[in-house]
């Protein structure tokens, strides 16, 4: 139980994490992609992982839809009021339908320039993928949430190998979930895709 705890992220550091240089840089760098600049493979690996982190850190989406994330699916999201909704049907509470993945407004114009601006110069071909490894091939299956914990620890949080991914989603959903009127728990939980019992026991 102790070693657990260790590995559970708080309010501060998830703070910590936004205030640190290596995430300020890298919207910096995307900014800089977005006119124009190209990137060294080093620098798209660091935004990738990036953009992984970020999917989380904003709105706790799990990082196994994006594993399986294709480009059709992004380009077919829905956008309103500068948020875009992507949904990715391959996830593995599939049979409850697609996983919802949120992008802030900010988070949006990013992926904007990810996938228009960067992506372009890595990708193979015959890959679909929406996140790729430097070497433009897909992530193996349940891989891919490696490049966010290696991007935590780049922001100087030292987790560990205890930090488990679902703990970050508990602090962030909850918090999410003390604000919500009883209409929007049942959007947000919709969107996490919990079933009830799930949403009550585990992070309302």
């Known amino acids: ?14 703070a910590q994490i936004k205030a640190s240089d290596a995430y300020q840089n890298m919207h910096k760098l995307l900014i800089e992609a977005g006119r124009g600049r190209d990137l060294s493979v080093k620098e798209f690996v660091n935004v990738r992982d990036f953009l ?35 949904l990715v049907a391959k996830h593995k509470c599939a049979k409850d339908g697609p996983a919802i993945c949120p992008m802030l407004p900010d988070m949006y114009k990013f992926m904007e320039i990810y996938v228009r601006k960067i992506y372009p110069s890595f990708t193979k071909p015959d890959k679909n993928a929406l996140f790729i490894k430097k070497d433009g091939n897909t ?25 488990a991914f679902v703990d970050m989603r508990k602090l962030i959903t ?28 585990w992070y309302a």
Not at 1 to 14: A, I, K, R, S
């Open 1 to 14: 139980m102790v070693d657990e705890t260790e590995g559970l992220l708080t309010l501060q550091e998830l």
């Open 52 to 86: 992984i982190s970020k999917f989380s850190l904003d709105t706790g989406t799990r990082p196994g839809p994006l594993n399986n994330a294709t480009l059709e699916e992004y380009f077919s999201g829905k956008v309103e009021d500068g948020w875009k909704v992507m």
């Open 139 to 163: 992530y193996p299956e349940g891989t891919i949430a490696k490049r966010h914990s290696h991007f935590i620890e780049k922001c100087g949080i030292h987790l560990g190998s205890c930090m």
């Open 174 to 201: 909850t918090k999410m979930l003390e604000g919500c009127s009883p209409q929007d728990q049942a959007i947000l939980g919709r969107i996490l895709a919990h079933r009830e019992k799930t949403s009550r026991q």
